[in-house]
């Protein structure tokens, strides 16, 4: 069965970087599609990117442009979001997704990484 | 960007109510909307996508309609499991933007 498998929460200082994996299994790997979504507590979720596993290429929201770099290790099957020079309001829980092909939906969600910001 | 505006952001409503959640894009998304449902703690779950197609395994409850701008989720007879969050988002470009989300809660 497809499955999503991300690592666990992390608790960073302002100013450092964080890097999330995100591992799939039972399925082809290079066939899909990853995004990275993340929801603040209590708020919306707010599309961070996408990375196609088969080339590696990328594009991220405007937002984060210059502080976001996605990847990915086609040996393991694993993405990575790494994220820097935190701030507190980067404070969030980050999913990782699969997109489903074409214009689909996310048909699988990663569980979710907590990253706290905090002095 | 497209805007996604879902309505309204929360709403009370009792076990076997039917309930309709809406959502509104910026610009015509034709049918490439879909629906997630978000339990606390829990990633988001796909329910409809291509506006109307119900994803495996979710109940027949659960239905949607519409499409250009214009969209809705309705929940045929609301079962206590339902009680969450919801929340819309177009699959017609990128970013994938996501309504703001409505919460669903027991009156």
């Known amino acids: 069965q497809v499955q999503l498998v991300q690592s666990g929460a992390e608790v960073k200082k302002p100013g450092a970087s964080v890097k999330v994996s995100c591992k799939a299994s039972?399925?082809?790997?290079?066939?899909?599609?990853i995004h990275w979504v993340r929801q603040a507590p209590g708020q919306g979720l707010e599309w961070m990117g996408i990375?196609?596993?088969?080339?590696?290429?990328?594009s991220y929201t405007q937002k984060l442009q210059g502080r976001v770099t996605m990847t990915r290790d086609t040996s393991t099957g694993t993405v990575y979001m790494e994220l820097s020079n935190l701030r507190s309001d980067d404070t969030a829980v980050y999913y990782c997704?699969?997109?489903?092909?074409?214009?689909?939906?996310?048909?699988?969600w990663g569980q979710g990484t907590l990253v706290t910001v905090s002095s | 960007d497209i805007q996604m505006t879902q309505s309204p952001s929360s709403l009370s409503a009792s076990v076997g109510d039917r309930v309709t959640i809406t959502c509104r894009a910026s610009?015509?998304?034709?049918?490439?909307l879909n629906w997630y449902q978000q339990k606390p703690g829990k990633a988001p779950n796909l329910l409809i996508y291509?506006?109307?197609s119900l994803q495996s395994g979710v109940p027949s409850r659960f239905s949607g309609s519409g499409s250009g701008t214009d969209f809705t989720l309705t929940i045929s007879s609301l079962q206590p499991e339902d009680f969450a969050t919801f929340f819309c988002?177009?699959?017609?470009?990128?970013?994938?933007?996501f309504g703001q989300g409505t919460k669903v809660e027991i009156k």
């Open positions: 990375i196609n596993p088969s080339g590696g290429s990328t």
């Open positions: 039972g399925y082809t790997f290079t066939s899909y599609y």
């Open positions: 610009q015509s998304i034709s049918s490439y």
């Open positions: 988002q177009q699959s017609y470009n990128t970013p994938r933007t």
């Open positions: 291509a506006a109307s």
């Open positions: 997704a699969r997109d489903g092909g074409g214009m689909m939906p996310f048909d699988y």
